[in-house]
């Protein structure tokens, strides 16, 4: 029962390989680099753009978790190749593998898709799964937090010094990269046909976190009070031309990524919820908060 993976090295991945650990299932994992060894999992050396090493990853799987993707390029090309067409070959190879079990991992980002080159690229890469003939099921996480993530991280490093300036206003779902996990591997048993295809799970949280609860729910895990100024559209833009004249092409705070920020409703739709009796959330965003914290202090990343 070897499960396929990509992004086995990323923030989900990571903890998805640790909760298949936990539960005794094998797992055969996409990687660039070498890695080093673990239990329970097999690495395959290679890219999205390795049929040859896509193949080697079906061989003997029940199931894939698609996972890699990338949240940062300089073009809309870097998007498409990385997410898209990344997509469509690992449906490819899982076609040719006979793998029939395919849990995707989409982004919300994928239901606005005008708003940003990324979310463009997500909901394309939607499309090349939904065109096939397998069986399939689409996860939507909203904002994932949890120990070893570098992209919340950044809120937590602000909040150290009680200014945690925000997006305009509006508001977020959140979820525990633990809890993420749990559900991916929880979709893997379960047929398509009997759920949602296309899911977004997040903390449990009716209508989710207006900008400023977020904000300051983080300044409380890192024992701060917080004052969190709302960041204008124009100001945020202004930010990211900046961010790429300094930065180039490492810039962190892209056009793009601008644009989604500053989108006022990024809560999971209750209309594509997860159905309680396959998965629920387990990690209450507070307790998982101060846990992140800890563990940012700890690995002196704070």
């Known amino acids: 029962m070897t499960i396929a993976i990509t992004g086995g090295t990323g923030f989900v991945g990571r903890a998805v390989l640790d909760q298949a650990a936990t539960r ?4 055969r994992a996409l990687a660039r680099r070498e890695q080093d060894a673990r239990d329970g999992v097999s690495w395959i050396k290679g890219d999205l753009s390795s049929h040859d090493a896509l193949d080697r990853l ?3 799987a029940t199931a894939v978790i698609h996972i890699a993707g990338v949240v940062n390029a300089p073009d809309a090309e870097g998007f498409f190749e990385g997410n898209a067409q990344g997509t469509r070959n690992v449906v490819a190879a899982a076609q040719r593998g006979g793998v029939r079990r395919f849990v995707h991992v989409s982004s919300l980002a994928a239901r606005e898709p005008d708003l940003s080159l990324y979310g463009q690229s997500k909901r394309q890469a939607e499309h090349f799964l939904e065109d096939s003939d397998l069986d399939w099921t689409i996860v939507r996480p909203p904002a994932v937090y949890g120990p070893r993530d570098t992209e919340i991280f950044e809120l937590f490093k602000a909040a150290r010094w009680g200014l945690l300036p925000m997006p305009p206003a509006g508001r977020t779902s959140i979820i525990h990269v633990d809890d993420l996990a749990r559900l991916l591997l929880d979709l893997v048993d379960s047929p398509a046909d009997s759920q949602p295809r296309v899911l977004e799970p997040d903390d449990g949280k009716d209508g989710g976190w207006s900008h400023k609860q977020l904000a300051h729910a983080i300044g409380a895990a890192m024992g701060k009070s917080v004052w969190a ?9 202004g930010a990211a031309r900046l961010d790429r004249l300094l930065r180039g092409d490492r810039a962190k705070l892209t056009l793009d990524r601008a644009s989604y920020m500053a989108h006022p409703d990024w809560t999971s739709s209750p209309d594509r919820a997860v159905p309680a009796r396959l998965w629920s959330p387990q990690i209450g965003t507070k307790d998982g908060l101060a846990e992140t914290a800890r563990w940012y202090k700890v690995n002196n990343w704070l």
């Open 24 to 27: 005794g299932r094998a797992a």
């Open 58 to 60: 079906m061989q003997g």
């Open 229 to 237: 100024p709302h960041v204008p559209r124009g100001v945020l833009m």
